[in-house]
């Protein structure tokens, strides 16, 4: 709604035509409609490579955006930290496979941000988060550009 109240206050009674002719493309021009205004896109960051030695279903792949990774992180780390890393987000995108032999699950995910507290944020709330929720978990950093996170899930209920 707030979105939608910004386009009447600049555009009058053309915002709904607008909006229907020209869409929002992510959930930050939503959040931040002066980004919608400016035109300002979200990036999609090429996904690291992985090698495919075994056959890999791909079971979901699609842009992760600002609200997607707020939602993620009021899980772990609470609304407030989560409003201030979550808006640095830049553009993010995730493919996420499954070993057809043996069910394992392989996630891929690449992400740029505005600053870097906003990347770091993240990146040090996420395993911090995985860590309550697999039985066995373990970071690997190999470079400063790509983090591994291995684990195995735990049983959870839901």
Known sequence: MLFQQALVQKLGQAAFTEMFRH???????????EKYFA???????????WELR???????????GEFDHSVLLRQYIGEQES?????????AYYRLLEDKAD?????????????????AGF???LPAGLE??????????????QRLWRGRRRATSC
């Open 103 to 119: 069910g394992r699950l392989v996630l891929l995910y690449s992400s740029e941000w505005s600053s870097r507290g906003g990347g």
């Open 54 to 64: 075994r056959k890999w279903r791909i079971l979901g792949e699609g842009a992760f």
């Open 23 to 33: 869409p929002p493309v992510s959930t930050q021009q939503i959040l931040h409609p």
């Open 132 to 145: 309550g929720q697999w039985k066995s978990f373990r970071a690997r950093f190999p470079d400063r550009q």
């Open 39 to 49: 035109g300002v896109l979200p990036v999609a960051p090429p996904l690291p490579r």
């Open 123 to 125: 990146l040090c709330a």
């Open 83 to 91: 409003a201030r890393i979550a808006p640095e987000g830049i553009g």
